[in-house]
Structure formats: structure tokens, C-alpha cells
Nanobody, 129 residues
Framework: QVQLVESGGGLVQAGGSLRLSCAASRRTFSSYAMGWFRQAPGKEREFVATINWSGGSTYYADSVKGRFTISRDNAKNTVYLQMNSLKPEDTAVYYC??????????????????????WGQGTQVTVSS
């Protein structure tokens, strides 16, 4: 497993931007698919975005498509989530997750939080109206 530490959350007004970071502890970070999920109070954990090991493939939930961008820097063992045009309904605890799988796993496989091996502690994002 890999240890993950998120940062970058906070309070922002609607329409604003935040960039979340997730730093990983393992040198083999570059072999992991990474994902961002979020969980609002009283709701289930929800898929936000995922990126493959190379950064060449990315997938997004419909609710964030066109507003959020996932990226990674394997030299820094870090994955990012750039969030623009934030809405109050984006308010949640955001978690990053890592999955150690062969490359033929891709796309919708990573929409399911059960397919990840390691999780960060989460970072709170609050969007005020």
C-alpha cells in the first residue's frame, strides 16, 4: 500500500477555484492509477475523477466535467485536482485514492471506490453561495 496525504482544501465562494494536491509515499507511485472521490454529509462517497499511471487517460464524473482537471507529476509523486467554477454542491470532504493494477484496467473500473487499495485522510472543501 501507499500512504497518501491530501492538501489544498478550504473555504471559497461560488465561482472560485481551488487546487487539491495528494502526495504519495512510494517510489512506485508512477505505476498506480489515482482517483479523487468526495463525500458530503449524509451521502455516499462519490467518484470525481481518475487518471491512469502515465497521465495519458483521464475520466470525470458528469457533475464536474469541464470544471475540474486531474493531473499528476510522477517525478513529485503527486496527483492534483484543479477545481474551477466551484458550486455550493461541490462542498464535501475530498479524498484521493491509489490503485495498483495491471495497465489493462482502465476507465469505468476506477469509478468504483472499492477498486482502490489506499486512501488519504481527506481534505474539506466548502463552497459558499
Amino acid at each position: 500500500q501507499v500512504q497518501l496525504v491530501e492538501s489544498g482544501g478550504g473555504l471559497v465562494q461560488a465561482g472560485g477555484s481551488l487546487r487539491l494536491s495528494c502526495a504519495a509515499s512510494r517510489r512506485t507511485f508512477s505505476s498506480y492509477a489515482m482517483g479523487w472521490f468526495r463525500q458530503a454529509p449524509g451521502k455516499e462517497r462519490e467518484f470525481v475523477a481518475t487518471i491512469n499511471w502515465s497521465g495519458g487517460s483521464t475520466y470525470y464524473a458528469d457533475s464536474v466535467k469541464g470544471r475540474f482537471t486531474i493531473s499528476r507529476d510522477n517525478a513529485k509523486n503527486t496527483v492534483y485536482l484543479q477545481m474551477n467554477s466551484l458550486k455550493p454542491e461541490d462542498t464535501a470532504v475530498y479524498y484521493c485514492a491509489a490503485a495498483d493494477r495491471p495497465p489493462y484496467y482502465s476507465g469505468s473500473y476506477y469509478y468504483n471506490h472499492r477498486n482502490y487499495d489506499s486512501w488519504g485522510q481527506g481534505t474539506q472543501v466548502t463552497v459558499s453561495s
